[in-house]
Nanobody, 123 residues
């Protein structure tokens, strides 16, 4: 059974930083790994993806502030979040799938999802 486990969430002031990590029981060389988030009362939103060929794509709202990368531990993918804003508050999920480029921001394209880690940014 595939498991994705997120960690690193917490409470931070606006302008601060957090680093999220996603650890999986699958090989990241075989899957595209993405971060998504969901704010209260809103739909789940694509944040960033690290593809199997190491290409990276970001939502416009986080470009220049967030960085997705392979973690130091095997089969982990991190999301470094800098200059956090109140609007970044939400439950952050990692997801895995074999995605065509045009579908990276479609949640139904991903096969596996973690349980999420909460990020709260205070203004």
């Amino acid at each position: 059974q595939v498991q994705l486990v997120e960690s690193g969430g917490g409470l931070v002031q606006a302008g601060g930083s957090l680093r999220l990590s996603c650890a999986a029981s699958i090989s990241y060389s075989d899957y595209d790994i993405a971060w998504w988030r969901q704010a209260p009362g809103k739909e789940r939103e694509f944040v960033a993806v690290l593809r199997r060929n190491n290409a990276k794509y970001y939502a416009d709202s986080v470009k220049g502030r967030f960085t997705i990368s392979r973690g130091s531990s095997k089969n982990t993918v991190d999301l470094q979040m800098n200059s956090l804003e109140f609007e970044d508050t939400g439950l952050y999920y990692c997801a895995a799938g074999s995605i065509i480029l045009s579908s990276i921001a479609r949640s139904e394209s991903y096969y596996y999802w973690g349980q999420g880690t909460q990020v709260t940014v205070s203004s």
